[in-house]
């Protein structure tokens, strides 16, 4: 399998082509975001209808992980 | 011009409908906000679905399939699409709704600790190449999804630390016993069974708290019982996604949209199949896409054929409701202080103080977020028997940009 880069919160990381962007988040136990009370959050549903796990993709706001594979040079930023 | 046949949601039912509406020489258009064809259960494509149903896949080359397209918002004739290149409009002269179903999620202490998932959410996941072999998982909630998704990890390699089913064991084996005469669910059970051989099962019992820092690292169950995970896989049900049907003033009875026998809903020209109408499955959803793929395009003699498997299927949906209903001591697991709504942070103890889902909305902000009441709605008609009154345009929560409509 095609191994591919993307960059998450300005590092980098070597990822499987088209795998999951919230799978890989979530892995990498990094948070998507951060709740109104300052809890940290990933993924819950899988399919779109939670939105826990948006993060900024290529400065995008709001973009649900959980409905996108990683593709090369994909910049990845989640809530500090 | 040929007829207009638009079907919203590519999974099982959506995919049935079109291939059975492309029998006819309509001009056909399946949309989808995933990636990939296959819907929940054969999500990541046609080589997870059984070898029955893969022909279903094959029609995409002949109709107009929109993927990563949201449909934000239906009215008569017309829908408004988020797509990826920016939003638009699409008409229609028969519209297909098979948006399926997501996972039910009730509040407990600590589940919005990282790594608490759902069920289907966590086979989501792995499906997206998430590593799971080694990894400590309990999965627990209700529904036949529990253990489907175990033998699934299992194979993968997970170690399943418990599987935990809220029903009591009579209710279950009642259950059981409603399978035979239904040969493919039973070899499906015996399958389950064995790959689960080993595999601590316990029925009657129910998550009452997931712990750890940063994320979850043990839950515990009402027996007193303390597992350590890496994962919790939680969920309680399926409700059906009937924001679009609800939109268009479909009529619903108890969260489904009510059909007759040809699939139509109460709206004229709008047939609704799969979860959306009851939650039963793959073959449910396969039957009942089939029947308004033909039905849509005035083939009534090719849907008559599926009647009595459409009856079949829909005695099986009634089983399984009435077997996996919730128990009453659930309503008790939230504690004041747990948040209800994840995304504007609600807690319990606020929305005791309301009266109603609409005044949750105004005085807390609870539903308001970005699920728009996807997650808190189902757990909120649970713990107070709210129902959401109205579904406004859009239903998902889109930028301003996406508003902008461009007509096609
Ligand atoms: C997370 C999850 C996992 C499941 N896993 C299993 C399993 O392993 N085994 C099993 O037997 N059953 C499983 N189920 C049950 C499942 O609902 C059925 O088996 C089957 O997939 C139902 O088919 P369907 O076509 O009705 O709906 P679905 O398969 O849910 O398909 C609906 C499709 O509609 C799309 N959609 C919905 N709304 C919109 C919109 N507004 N715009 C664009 N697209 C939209 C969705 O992206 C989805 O692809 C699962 C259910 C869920 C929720
Ligand atoms: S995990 Fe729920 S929307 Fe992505």
Redesign the interface.
């Known amino acids: 399998m095609k191994q591919i880069r993307i960059s998450i919160n300005g590092t980098e990381y070597q990822v499987t082509e088209h795998s999951n962007l919230a799978a890989v988040l979530m892995d990498k136990a990094i948070a998507n975001r951060r709740s109104v009370t300052g809890e940290p959050r990933m993924a819950v549903c899988g399919m779109g209808s939670c939105g826990e796990c948006r993060v900024t993709i290529n400065q995008q706001a709001h973009q649900l992980a959980c409905l996108l594979q990683c593709c090369d040079g994909m910049e990845v930023d989640c809530e500090p | 011009m040929s007829l207009n046949v638009v079907i919203v949601g590519a999974g099982p039912a959506g995919l049935a409908a079109a291939w059975s509406a492309s029998q006819s020489n309509a001009n056909i258009t399946l949309i989808d ?3 990939q064809a296959g819907g ?1 259960i054969w999500r990541g494509g046609q080589g997870y679905a059984p070898k029955r149903y893969r022909h279903l896949f094959g029609q995409q080359t002949t109709l107009h399939y929109r993927k ?1 397209t949201h449909v934000l918002g239906a009215s008569e004739q017309q829908l408004y699409l988020a797509t990826p290149q920016g939003p638009q409009q699409l008409r229609y002269d028969r519209l297909i709704l098979a948006n399926g179903a ?2 039910l ?1 009730l509040p407990f202490p600590g589940w ?1 600790l ?5 069920v ?12 799971i072999a080694g990894k400590r998982v309990v999965i627990a909630g209700s529904g036949p999804l529990l253990i489907a998704v175990a033998s699934q990890l299992k194979q993968r390699g997970a170690i399943i630390k418990a599987v935990v089913e809220q029903v009591p064991i009579a209710q279950l084996l009642r259950f059981g016993r409603s399978l035979v005469g239904n040969p493919t669910k039973m070899l499906q059970a015996a399958q389950f069974a064995q790959a689960l051989a080993n595999t601590p099962f316990y029925v009657n019992t129910w998550i009452t708290a997931a712990e750890g820092e ?2 979850v690292q043990q839950v515990q169950l009402n027996n007193g019982q303390r597992i350590e995970c890496d994962y919790l896989a939680c969920s309680w049900g399926l409700i059906a ?1 009937t924001e679009l049907a609800q939109q268009l003033g479909c009529r619903l009875e108890q969260n489904f949209v009510v059909v007759d026998r040809s699939q139509h809903t109460s709206r004229d020209q709008v047939y609704a199949v799969g979860e959306l109408t009851g939650i039963g499955g793959e073959d449910k959803a396969v039957i009942e896409g089939q029947i308004a793929g033909f039905v849509a395009t005035g083939n009534y003699q090719a849907a008559s054929q599926l009647a009595q498997q459409q009856a079949q299927a829909r005695q099986f949906s009634q089983q399984l409701a009435a077997s996996f209903a919730l128990r009453p001591e659930l309503r008790q697991l939230a504690q004041a202080n747990t ?1 209800v709504c ?4 609600v807690t319990l103890a606020q929305l005791q103080s309301q009266p109603s889902w609409r005044s949750a909305k105004l005085q807390t902000r609870c539903g308001m ?3 728009q009441g ?2 808190c709605g189902g757990a909120t008609q649970y713990l107070f028997g709210w129902s959401q009154d109205s579904v406004r345009f859009p239903i998902h ?1 889109v ?1 301003v940009a996406d508003l902008v409509m461009e007509s096609v």
């Open positions: 906000q995933a990636a929940q990563q997501r996972e999620f919005t990282p790594k608490v998932v759902g289907g959410g966590l086979q989501a996941l792995v499906k997206g190449s998430l590593p940063g994320e996604n948040i994840r995304c504007e942070d977020g970005i699920c996807r997650v929560s930028s």
